[in-house]
């Protein structure tokens, strides 16, 4: 049987987030341990003074739960994760598809559902270029 003020939290509003982006959640100070019910929706990350960031993975709902250290739980509120708010062009080549934000320009964006190698040689750019940008400000520093 769950508690009273977890059953009124699990009532209240979903928490809505944009698939990439995230949201904080002021959650009880005494919180302990979060559960997500799907990681692969939405990741949450546990921040001092009982801050919870919520962040979109993928499309869909799922929930999380939080207790405190005797296992009681204190919160169990639903994710609902949508889409992107930029202007998202979809290009499909065949059966492949390919998706570019355009504000205000185009630049290719990995999407959820993107065609293997779109998404494989977007992922590999973009890698490329966080790798290449980190060794230039580990060469700053020194």
């Known amino acids: 049987m769950r508690p009273v003020a977890a059953a009124a939290e699990s009532s209240a509003d979903a928490i809505s ?11 009880p100070a005494r919180v302990a341990t979060i559960v997500v019910g799907n990681p692969l929706i939405a990741d949450v990350a546990l921040q001092a003074g009982g801050i919870l960031v919520v962040t979109g ?16 739980v204190l919160v169990d509120r639903q994710i609902q ?10 290009v499909y080549r065949g059966v ?8 205000p320009i185009c630049q290719r964006r990995v999407t959820l559902g993107d065609g293997d190698t779109f998404f494989k040689t977007t992922m590999e750019q973009a890698g490329s270029l966080s790798g290449q940008a980190s060794a230039s400000a580990g060469a700053a520093k020194q």
């Open 17 to 27: 987030v944009n698939v990439d982006q995230a949201r904080l959640v002021k959650l």
């Open 57 to 72: 993975k993928g499309y869909g709902a799922t929930n999380f739960i939080a207790m405190d250290r005797a296992g009681q």
């Open 81 to 90: 994760v949508e889409g992107p708010t930029d202007r998202l062009i979809t």
């Open 96 to 103: 492949d598809r390919e998706s570019y934000s355009c504000m």
